[in-house]
C-alpha cells in the first residue's frame, strides 16, 4: 500500500490515545519522505510520536489521560488522571471554569481553566 507523503502543519485524523477516539491532529514533524514522526491532537494537545510506523506515545499509558491540571482548558469527552479520585472523564464543560468529571461512577465537579 502506497504510502501518503505529509507535510508540516497538515491535519489528519488519528488514533490519539488520551482522547480515546478519532480525532483531528496536525503535524508537527515529518520525515525526508514524509513519513510522520509526530503529531499533537488538537482535541487534548497530547503529543504522538512515531518510530518506524509504530505510534508511541509520550509519558502516559495509553487509556489514562493526562493529570489533571486546574490551569488547563478541559473539554467534554476529556480523559484525566486526578491524584485523589483517579481516572476520569470530563461529562461536561458547566461554566467557562466549572467541569463536571465521572470518575467510576461518581461525578465530581472541578475547576478549570484557572490562569
Ligand atoms: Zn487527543
Redesign the pocket.
Known amino acids: 500500500m502506497p504510502k501518503k507523503k505529509y507535510a508540516i502543519d497538515e491535519k489528519t485524523e488519528a488514533m490519539?490515545s488520551?482522547?480515546d477516539t478519532e480525532?483531528a491532529h496536525t503535524v508537527v514533524t515529518v520525515t525526508k519522505l514524509g513519513q510522520i514522526t509526530k503529531m499533537v491532537?488538537d482535541?487534548?494537545e497530547?503529543v504522538s510520536t512515531f518510530k518506524s510506523g509504530v505510534k508511541t506515545s509520550i509519558g502516559m499509558s495509553s487509556k489514562s489521560g493526562s493529570p489533571y491540571d486546574r490551569t488547563r482548558k478541559y473539554r467534554k469527552g476529556q480523559a484525566m488522571l486526578h491524584s485523589t479520585f483517579g481516572q476520569g472523564e470530563v461529562t461536561a464543560v458547566i461554566e467557562p471554569q466549572k467541569i463536571d468529571v465521572l470518575f467510576g461512577d461518581q461525578t465530581r465537579r472541578l475547576i478549570h481553566a484557572q490562569a
Do not use: D, G, I
Open positions: 490519539c488520551t482522547c480525532s491532537c482535541v487534548c497530547s
